[in-house]
T-cell receptor
Framework: NAGVTQTPKFQVLKTGQSMTLQCAQD?????MYWYRQDPGMGLRLIYY???????DKGEVPNGYNVSRLNKREFSLRLESAAPSQTSVYFC?????????????FGPGTRLTVL | AQSVTQPDIHITVSEGASLELRCNYS??????LFWYVQSPGQGLQLLLK??????LVQGIKGFEAEFKRSQSSFNLRKPSVHWSDAAEYFC???????????FGGGTRLMVKP
């Protein structure tokens, strides 16, 4: 059981370049999430997918797109990277029941945009 | 607006000393509450959670947290800190009718030998 996996672990981009961050979970969870973590600001939700086939904006969606490829995989795309998107990105998943909001996190992707 | 506040950005304690990390939330109704720990270079790991019932919650690694409705707080405690507890700690909350976590800004714990 790998839990939540993310690729790549590190990435450096130039301003304007595009890239896709990959996330997969093997816990058969319905919901998946993308967060960014910036110093002193905790984790902020970018996008989430409550179930396969649905995606919704979180707190900071501008500059990002997502795809829920199937139940296991949820990718985050930066179409034209900007220095303000330098951050650590975490993917998470949860069962999404009324009584269980526990989220399981991947190890993160550290992205630098020059 | 729903929010979670961790008033202390940094805390330093001596090894063996007791620890309390503060967390306050602002929600219309009592949310689900969580504490996560993030070791350097790692993802977040759940320490404990509160849904209902007993207001003193036991977690992993010897941590506990107490829910106080009157103070809108969910403070994390440990009686005796170990050097391996040095990490960043995040309090989080989720509304009972939804599924989105809101995180506090985090508290970085340093442990002096």
């Amino acid at each position: 059981n790998a839990g939540v996996t993310q690729t790549p672990k590190f990435q450096v981009l130039k301003t304007g370049q595009s890239m896709t961050l990959q996330c997969a979970q093997d816990m058969n969870h319905n919901s998946m999430y993308w967060y960014r973590q910036d110093p002193g600001m905790g984790l902020r939700l970018i996008y989430y997918s409550a179930s396969e086939g649905t995606t919704d904006k979180g707190e900071v969606p501008n500059g990002y797109n997502v795809s829920r490829l199937n139940k296991r995989e949820f990718s985050l795309r930066l179409e034209s990277a900007a220095p303000s998107q330098t951050s650590v990105y975490f993917c998470a998943s949860s069962e999404r029941t009324a009584l269980n909001n526990e989220q399981f996190f991947g190890p993160g992707t550290r992205l630098t945009v020059l | 607006a729903q929010s979670v506040t961790q008033p202390d950005i940094h805390i330093t304690v001596s090894e063996g000393a007791s620890l309390e990390l503060r967390c306050n939330y602002s929600y219309g109704a009592t949310p689900y509450l969580f504490w996560y720990v993030q070791s350097p270079g790692q993802g977040l790991q759940l320490l404990l959670k509160y849904f209902s019932g007993d207001t003193l919650v036991q977690g992993i690694k010897g941590f506990e947290a107490e829910f106080k409705r009157s103070q809108s707080s969910f403070n994390l405690r440990k009686p005796s800190v170990h050097w391996s507890d040095a990490a960043e700690y995040f309090c989080a909350a989720a509304p009972r009718a939804g599924n989105m976590l809101t995180f506090g800004g985090g508290t970085r714990l340093m442990v002096k030998p």
